[in-house]
Each structure stands twice: as structure tokens, then as C-alpha cells.
């Protein structure tokens, strides 16, 4: 019966769970999560002023509109596939090296213990770093993508200055990204020294315990397999809390451009318009550029049925 019941859940069960699994991720988070809070991201920033548009980068916001549903969809799948299985195969992995020798146990919890000091000490500043990254990575995509836009003026008149420009901006995202780098590799050169350390105790006291009979030489291969499996895992999900963070750094970083109130909003008492002709009436229209003066002071404008208005000049020559 028990090789039965084996059977079954290596054949049946985990066939249905890893199915089910794989339907949730890709056909549900995938294609439906991540797109939905792109959506609501765009729909509530396409509500913004035509300023909140002008003094910022289009390429910038788009960044920022898109990698909103990323960093979202990646946390989720962060939770749902990784992190939980590794808390489960730990607890589980304490409770059968506590069924050979509690000392054993004592070491294991030590191990966790030391990791969870490494994660406190190192994802904070992970976290802080991935924002610092993300917003200087949407400015560099907002200069590209503002020059490409304007690439007939920049040709004309600023080729070497638009190069200049967009080289500094490559050295400001490699200012923000040299650091979060730094940070990856001493959280990846401690872990590596803590397993390293804590192996080699493990081991060496499961040695121990056979020679003084405590255990038997299966038992201490059973405890090292055990341990072996762990220092992966552990590695694992300080990679998957690392990526936890990182994406929680590129959310704020988007939070704090798409939650932005919006500029203009209409009167509390506002009334639907009602179209009874073709006319449209401007009164006294300033703009200035975010300046106190220049461009446009004080313009009337009236547009009678049939008439057109014409703009001439291409987008982006002033």
C-alpha cells in the first residue's frame, strides 16, 4: 500500500499540483496581473494636466507606467513559488535533524538564525539601492526617448550636445547602479562564508556523534543530504527576498510618480457640456514655460464654425 500511495503522488498528485500551478502562473498572473496594473497605472496618469505632461519625460513616465506592473507580478510570483516551499522544506529539514539529535538541531537553527541577521542587515539597503536604480533608469529611458522623438532638431543643431547629454546620463544610472551592486555581492561573498562555516560544524559534529555511537553512519549522511539541500535553498531564497526587495524599490519608485493627485480636476459643481454650436472662445491665455513670463501673455482667441487653426512647425522646434 505505502509504494502505492507513492506511486500515486509522484504519478497523480504532483502532476495536478505543478499543473495547477503552472495554470495560475501563466495563464492567470502573467498575462492578466501584470497588464491590469499597467492599465490602472495608465489610466490614471493619461488623466493628468497637460503640465504634468511638459515637465517630465515621456519616455520617463512610460518607464515608470510599465515597470509598475513588472515589479507587482514579480512579487507575487516571488511568493507564490518560492518563498513559501523553502519555509516548509526548512521547518522540515529542523524537525527530522532534531529526530536524530536535538545538538543537531540546536546547530541548524543557528544557521537560520545567522540568516536572518544577513537578510536584515543586507535588504534594506538592497531595497533603498533598487529605487535609487529604478529612477535613475527611467531618466536615462526618458532622454533617449526624448531625443528620438526630436531626432530632426537634435541633427540639425545639437548632435555633439544631445551626445553629451545622453552620455551624463549614463554615468548618473551607473553611479546609482555601482552601489545596489556592491551590495549584491557582499550579501552573496557572506552567505557563501556562513554555509561554508556551518557545513563544515554540521558535518564535523554528525562525524562526531557516529564515533561516539549517538548515530548511525546512515544518519549522518542522511543529516549532510539534508544540509547540502538546505544551503541551496537558503541561497535561493536570499536571491528571492533579494528580488522581493528589488521589486518593492521599483514599485515606490512608481508609486511615487502614478499616485500623484491629479492637477486638474473638474468644479465640485462642474455641469455636462452641451455642444448648441460650432464656436470655441479662449479668454486671456498665459503661458510662460513654468516661467513668470514669455511665450504666450494675455491671448484671446475666437474660432468661429469653419474655421481652422493651424500650427506650424514641427513638434519639437519651439
Known sequence: P??????VVVLVIRTVVVGLSALVDEQTITPGFYNLVRWQAHRHVSRQSYAFFQNDFA?????????????????????IEVVWFMIVYT????????GLDLRLAVLVVIWISAFGWLAKLYLPAIRKHAEETAEA?????????????????????????????IRNGFDIYLDALRPFTRR????RMALTTLSGIMITAIGCFA???WVEGSITVGAVAFTLSLVL???MLLGRLMMQLNSILRNLGVLENSKALISQPLGLTDAPDAKE?????GRIAVKNVEFHYGKGFGVLNGIDLVVRPGEKVGLVGPSGSG
Open 2 to 7: 505505502e509504494l502505492v500511495f507513492m506511486a
Open 59 to 79: 519616455g520617463r513616465i512610460a518607464t515608470k507606467v510599465w515597470q509598475a506592473g513588472q515589479a507587482t507580478g514579480d512579487l507575487m510570483e516571488s511568493f
Open 91 to 98: 521547518v522540515t529539514t529542523l524537525a527530522l535533524v532534531a
Open 137 to 165: 533608469g527611467s531618466m536615462i529611458t526618458g532622454r533617449i526617448v526624448d531625443s528620438y522623438s526630436n531626432v530632426q532638431t537634435l541633427k540639425l543643431f545639437s548632435a555633439d550636445g544631445d551626445d553629451r547629454y
Open 184 to 187: 549584491l555581492t557582499g550579501v
Open 207 to 209: 562525524v562526531y556523534l
Open 229 to 231: 539541500r538546505l544551503n
Open 273 to 277: 457640456l452641451v455642444v448648441a454650436g
